[in-house]
T-cell receptor, first 119, second 114 residues
Framework: NAGVMQNPRHLVRRRGQEARLRCSPMKGHSHVYWYRQLPEEGLKFMVYLQKENIIDESGMPKERFSAEFPKEGPSILRIQQVVRGDSAAYFC?????????????????FGEGSWLTVV | QKEVEQNSGPLSVPEGAIASLNCTYSDRVSQSFFWYRQYSGKSPELIMSIYSNGDKEDGRFTAQLNKASQYVSLLIRDSQPSDSATYLCAVRRASGAGSYQLTFGKGTKLSVIP
């Protein structure tokens, strides 16, 4: 999982500020996923992206959260007007393209995470 | 109804014993099953994946899947103190809406006592 690069590793924001979390997938991976882990909670799916496309954002909060994966550069998870409840670990994961068969590209690998603290 | 359930633990086993971690899931169309290990303050690390009923062995780890009972387990033989971590069970649907998502349980905390 060391191949998925996330930054910053730790981020402190005051209420009302914006947080931007960046993720570079493993080499050869074109699928990016964002998960959130609240304290004492399990990992929750947020969004799945391919280059320049949001494929599934069913886990994203309706307001203040957005994600992108541009043609060039890392994927970015953006949280506007942060609140204390946004304090969590945000994990990015990546997988290779599904080239064939039901299980191809099935394994995802996580980055080291970005820990957001809202004060 | 929780989609993936695990006992939160902590599960304590002596060094050298077998640790047995269990997981049940509610979505019958789940097709892929994964066990991740997560050390405190770290990211999840894939331990095993299993897709077919039965057992799958990899070193000291054995994953067991029973789709009829909607049950998946992880056995760790010859447990070591370095195995002390939280073990996350994750499932993925076969197709359709949500098939890209991994649904995780809250994890079972394992403590291996030297």
């Amino acid at each position: 999982n060391a191949g998925v690069m996330q930054n910053p590793r730790h981020l402190v924001r005051r209420r009302g500020q914006e947080a931007r979390l960046r993720c570079s997938p493993m080499k050869g991976h074109s699928h990016v996923y964002w998960y959130r882990q609240l304290p004492e909670e399990g990992l929750k799916f947020m969004v799945y992206l391919q280059k320049e496309n949001i494929i599934d954002e069913s886990g994203m909060p309706k307001e203040r959260f957005s994600a992108e994966f541009p043609k060039e550069g890392p994927s970015i998870l953006r949280i506007q007007q942060v609140v204390r409840g946004d304090s969590a670990a945000y994990f990015c994961a990546s997988s290779p393209p599904r080239t064939g068969g039901p299980f191809s590209g099935n394994t995802i690998y996580f980055g080291e995470g970005s820990w957001l603290t809202v004060v | 109804q929780k989609e993936v359930e695990q006992n939160s633990g902590p599960l304590s086993v002596p060094e050298g014993a077998i640790a047995s971690l269990n997981c049940t899931y509610s979505d019958r169309v789940s097709q892929s099953f994964f066990w991740y290990r997560q050390y405190s303050g770290k990211s999840p690390e894939l331990i095993m994946s299993i897709y077919s009923n039965g057992d799958k062995e990899d070193g000291r780890f054995t994953a067991q899947l029973n789709k009829a009972s909607q049950y998946v387990s992880l056995l760790i033989r010859d447990s070591q103190p370095s195995d002390s971590a939280t073990y996350l069970c994750a499932v993925r649907r076969a197709s359709g809406a949500g098939s890209y998502q991994l649904t995780f349980g809250k994890g079972t905390k394992l403590s291996v006592i030297p």
